[in-house]
């Protein structure tokens, strides 16, 4: 709708040029007879007024649509601010969401427009930030599971072929309840690790 409301106002200032364009050329009306030329000049008179009116119109109608899109956007700068400063840890897909509804919106007049985006992009960039540090905090600890994994399995597959029964098999326990402990790990990296502890833990208890 608001397309079409611009492309209308688009037809309309181009006929407001060709009718200026027209009573500019004297010579178009001179070439009629007097009567029909005042009869022409008043028609082209009412034809540029009721054309101006509705062109005034519709750049109203734009500018009040321009206006009531700017409580849409503070609304999004607000929860662009909870995400930046909630207690909890904000996450990719909300912050899209938020993102993607500032994407829909319509247009704004230009100083509104720019000094809300410049506060939203603020703290959309507050938010990543904040996401970001908890990823990497995320991944140093899987990190930390792996080489505590791999550790294990170097223990696991230095008893494998332990002939000392009795205290391999206490030893071997203590390290299936510590891999249990180990914590998280990426799900390739872990389906390949626990290969590993398991082969060398079946090869002694087998």
């Known amino acids: 709708q608001e397309t079409l409301a611009s492309d209308d106002r688009k037809r309309i200032d181009a006929a407001l040029k060709e009718l200026r364009e027209v009573g500019e050329r004297g010579d178009l009306l001179q070439a009629l007879p007097p009567k029909e030329r005042g009869e022409a000049r008043?028609?082209?008179?009412?034809?540029?007024?009721?054309?101006?009116?509705r062109a005034a119109e519709l750049r109203e109608a734009e500018d009040w649509k321009r206006w009531a899109n700017v409580p849409r956007a503070e609304a999004l700068v607000a929860a662009a601010k909870e995400l930046a400063e909630r207690a909890e840890e904000p996450t990719i897909p909300l912050l899209k969401t938020v993102q993607q509804a500032w994407k829909e919106l319509g247009p704004m007049p230009s100083?509104?427009?720019?000094?809300?985006?410049?506060?939203?992009?603020?703290?959309c960039d507050a938010a990543f930030a904040r996401i970001k540090v908890g990823r990497d905090a995320e991944n140093e600890k899987l990190a930390g599971n792996v080489a505590s994994k791999e550790a294990l399995i170097v223990q696991a597959e230095a008893l494998a072929d332990s002939t000392d029964w009795d205290a391999t098999a206490v030893a071997m326990k203590e390290l299936q309840k510590r891999w249990k402990e180990s914590g998280p790990v990426p799900r390739k990296a872990g389906d390949e690790l626990w290969k590993r502890f398991r082969t060398a833990c079946d090869r002694f208890f087998e």
């Open 42 to 53: 008043d028609q082209l008179r009412a034809l540029r007024e009721a054309l101006s009116a």
């Open 111 to 123: 100083k509104k427009s720019k000094e809300l985006w410049d506060t939203f992009k603020a703290h």
